[in-house]
T-cell receptor
Framework: KQEVTQIPAALSVPEGENLVLNCSFT??????LQWFRQDPGKGLTSLLL?????REQTSGRLNASLDKSSGRSTLYIAASQPGDSATYLC???????????FGTGTRLKVLA | DAGVTQSPTHLIKTRGQQVTLRCSPK?????VSWYQQALGQGPQFIFQ???????QRGNFPDRFSGHQFPNYSSELNVNALLLGDSALYLC???????????????FGPGTRLTVT
């Protein structure tokens, strides 16, 4: 059974810091992995999608990596800004299923 | 290009009542999935619809049912509401993948359901 864990659960950093959010999973037979941002009470905004055959994806200040052998994905945020404050969720689809399994998220607060 | 839309935005119901939530997928998408997100938790998969059929279901009771229409929009119905059904209900759309898999999902803003 696939399980997804995100550490840390919460993180508070000063503006300008580079930071790394972690996502661990137990079954390496994944089809793809997606990182989302969620503002309080809102829906999910897709940040990056990594296909099973890829090692990383980049968009602006965001970089996501995938290491299936170790069961880990990381989301790197460069030069953090107060506007980055949100909950970040990773979700993955295991091969042979139609559903995403989500982690519980990392609540990020970037202090001005 | 309209993204995924959901209605209503908020809903307050009483225990035992029934509720219907609606979702229109992103233009060009043919698959709709529904998720339940309790406060402080990650979304939990309810079910997915493709070609007007439910093709996978998560660990939710039969009180949760759905429908997909020929224009790919979808409804989520919950009967005999319980206090524990209070949550944010998210709809996600995607383009069907070849084989048993799921492509990139795009989420709507959600419907906040409160059961009193």
């Amino acid at each position: 059974k696939q399980e997804v864990t995100q550490i840390p659960a919460a993180l508070s950093v000063p503006e300008g810091e580079n930071l790394v959010l972690n996502c661990s999973f137990t079954d390496s037979a994944i089809y793809n992995l997606q990182w989302f941002r969620q503002d309080p009470g809102k829906g999910l905004t897709s940040l990056l999608l990594i296909q099973s055959s890829q090692r990383e994806q980049t968009s602006g200040r965001l970089n996501a990596s995938l290491d299936k052998s170790s069961g880990r994905s990381t989301l790197y945020i460069a030069a953090s800004q107060p506007g980055d404050s949100a909950t970040y969720l990773c979700a993955l689809a295991t091969s042979g299923t139609y559903k995403y399994i989500f982690g519980t998220g990392t609540r990020l607060k970037v202090l001005a | 290009d309209a993204g995924v839309t959901q209605s209503p935005t908020h809903l307050i119901k009483t225990r035992g009542q029934q509720v219907t939530l609606r979702c229109s997928p992103k233009s060009g998408h043919d698959t709709v999935s529904w998720y339940q997100q309790a406060l402080g938790q990650g979304p939990q998969f309810i079910f997915q619809y493709y070609e007007e059929e439910e093709r996978q279901r998560g660990n939710f009771p039969d009180r949760f049912s759905g429908h997909q229409f020929p224009n790919y929009s979808s409804e989520l119905n919950v009967n005999a509401l319980l206090l524990g059904d209070s949550a944010l209900y998210l709809c996600a759309s995607s383009l069907a993948a070849s084989g048993r898999a799921v492509n990139e999902q795009y989420f709507g803003p959600g419907t906040r359901l409160t059961v009193t």
